[in-house]
């Protein structure tokens, strides 16, 4: 069987409807935030009710294609304008998977009024679709774990320091290690905004965990390309896809530089 590695221009919903079912391993978007940003295809709907309506669309198709031992991640941000259309997308979400965890990536660039707390967090939801036989892989961050069990016998000592999984602390779900992307990478410039991009060292922690090497990824939000990239360095195979031809224009350019 041909590798999968395919970066698309296509609406999200012909995208997933081209897709068979049960064969995809690892899902992760980052869809549109429903007026959280400034650009067009964030306003693209006149109510919350318009655009949670799409988003059942897509999630339902979400569930068809994905594996039942299968993860899907989605990116989200609340607390701005008051905003709870994310809150409520996971509530849609819930209606064909089962949730497992909410993660809040702490950025290190913040913003705000002085009139308010600085706004500094972006939410990821973990969820899955069968819990029986979900692949997951702990991860571990670089600082090290205090040791909790201290023994008079130098051997007992050791053993027991031996028997730890890692010497570094888990990654919790509160990720404080992750900067937001810079505006260039293999020292290119980049030519296309988004208003949203993730870090590839975040799309290559939900990877690592949530798939094994050979897995097929995809993210029909594709963006700018992070998940393409982490899938590329970590040995899966991968869809993404964007309807917005710039961002792949400028995803197709960046893998170059990442397959040379």
Known sequence: MDRIAEIICADCLDVLASIPPDSIDLIVVDPPYYKMSSVWWDKQWKTEQEYLAWCSLWLKESSRVLKPNGSFYCWGCVGKHHNHAFFHLIDLAETYFIFKNFIT??????????????????????????????????????????????????????????????????????????????????????????????????????????????????????????????????????????????????????MIDVLL
Not at 145 to 158: C, G, I, L, S
């Open 105 to 254: 990536w702490q950025k290190q660039r913040g913003y705000g009024t002085q009139k308010n707390w600085m706004f500094t967090r972006e939410e990821l939801v973990y969820m899955v679709k069968d819990d029986a036989d979900t692949t997951f892989h702990p991860q571990y961050t670089d600082v090290p774990r205090t040791v909790n069990m201290h023994y008079a016998d130098k051997e007992k000592q050791e053993k027991y320091e031996k028997s730890l999984k890692s010497v570094n602390k888990r990654v919790t779900n509160v990720w404080t290690d992750i900067k937001e992307p810079n505006i260039s990478w293999n020292k290119k410039e980049v030519t296309t905004d988004h208003p949203t991009p993730k870090p590839v060292k975040a799309m290559e922690r939900i990877v690592k965990a949530s798939s094994n090497e050979g897995d097929v990824v995809l993210d029909f939000f594709g963006g700018t390309g992070a998940t393409a990239v982490a899938c590329a360095n970590l040995n899966r195979q991968y869809i993404v896809s964007d309807f917005v031809s710039e961002y792949i224009e400028e995803t197709k350019r960046r």
